[in-house]
């Protein structure tokens, strides 16, 4: 089955403690991202990537850094959370270029206290 | 003004009626116009795509490109409960600070349906 798995779907944590949330994808795509999305905001991309180690800022990358090293992970680090950093997040793949859709993964839910 | 912008809502229509959710983009630019669904605790899935002016429909759903005027709607037709839900427009622009950004994706806010029996 054709699939983007995030994990951990639900963590809580507190200010500055390292963390990483995994995303992997099974369908050999090329383009990987991540959003995050608040109430009122919608969802804002934070990284996105076209290819193994090519990574670029989306609109909102400030305290987080993406490591693209395979093709199928694409992980999300926090190395120093801080509370406004709270949000649901949510992991992207597609295949070849910007015309084509995006494939969520189920979400992660991030609460730093 | 912001990239992406969709009507407020929420939006509320009777069964069976039409449902026109719009969209307006900043980046005249843009390719790729996406519409998402996403419900509540949901992850967003994709409704329908469209590159080129004018209309394409799948099933009870429009798109509708018009680049001049720099906007994209969705029509929703026969609507029905489980279309409630928040709809998300996202465009992918050609550039962006001045380089080509084929993996970049900016979305609205997203527009709240409600259809009710």
Same mark, same amino acid.
């Given at each position: 089955?054709?699939?983007?798995?995030? %994990?951990?779907?639900?963590?809580?944590? !507190?200010?500055?403690?390292?963390?990483? !949330?995994?995303?992997?994808?099974?369908? =050999?795509?090329?383009?990987?991202?991540?959003?995050?999305? /608040? +109430?009122?905001?919608?969802?804002?991309?934070?990284?996105?990537?076209? =290819?193994?180690? !090519?990574? /670029?800022?989306? /609109?909102?990358?400030?305290?987080?850094?993406?490591?693209?090293?395979?093709?199928?992970?694409?992980?999300?680090?926090?190395?120093?959370?801080? +509370? %406004?950093?709270?949000?649901?997040?949510?992991?992207?793949?597609?295949?070849?270029?910007?015309?084509?859709?995006?494939?969520?993964?189920?979400?992660?839910?991030?609460?730093?206290? | 003004?912001? $990239?992406? $912008?969709? #009507?407020?809502?929420?939006?509320?229509?009777? $069964?069976?009626?039409?449902?026109?959710? #719009?969209?307006?983009?900043?980046?005249?630019?843009?390719?790729?116009?996406?519409?998402?669904?996403?419900?509540? *605790?949901?992850?967003? $899935?994709?409704?329908?795509?469209? @590159?080129?002016? *004018? &209309?394409?429909?799948? *099933?009870?759903?429009?798109?509708?490109? #018009?680049?001049?005027?720099?906007?994209?709607?969705?029509?929703?037709?026969?609507?029905?409960?489980? &279309?409630?839900?928040? @709809?998300?427009?996202?465009?992918?622009?050609?550039?962006?600070?001045?380089?080509?950004?084929?993996?970049?994706?900016?979305?609205?806010? *997203?527009?709240?349906?409600?259809?009710?029996?």
């Amino acid at each position: 089955e054709a699939q983007v798995t995030q %994990n951990p779907r639900y963590l809580i944590t !507190v200010t500055g403690k390292k963390l990483t !949330v995994t995303c992997s994808q099974n369908m =050999n795509h090329e383009y990987m991202s991540w959003y995050r999305q /608040d +109430p009122g905001l919608g969802l804002r991309q934070i990284y996105y990537s076209m =290819n193994v180690e !090519v990574t /670029d800022k989306g /609109d909102v990358p400030e305290g987080y850094k993406v490591s693209r090293k395979e093709k199928r992970n694409f992980p999300l680090i926090l190395e120093s959370p801080s +509370p %406004n950093q709270t949000s649901l997040y949510f992991c992207a793949s597609s295949h070849g270029q910007g015309k084509q859709p995006q494939h969520f993964g189920d979400g992660t839910r991030l609460s730093i206290l | 003004q912001k $990239e992406v $912008e969709q #009507n407020s809502g929420p939006l509320s229509v009777p $069964e069976g009626a039409i449902a026109s959710l #719009n969209c307006t983009y900043s980046d005249r630019g843009s390719q790729s116009f996406f519409w998402y669904r996403q419900y509540s *605790g949901k992850s967003p $899935e994709l409704i329908m795509f469209i @590159y080129s002016n *004018g &209309d394409k429909e799948d *099933g009870r759903f429009t798109a509708q490109l #018009n680049k001049a005027s720099q906007y994209v709607s969705l029509l929703i037709r026969d609507s029905q409960p489980s &279309d409630s839900a928040t @709809y998300l427009c996202a465009v992918n622009p050609l550039h962006s600070a001045g380089g080509t950004s084929y993996g970049k994706l900016t979305f609205g806010q *997203g527009t709240i349906l409600t259809v009710h029996p």
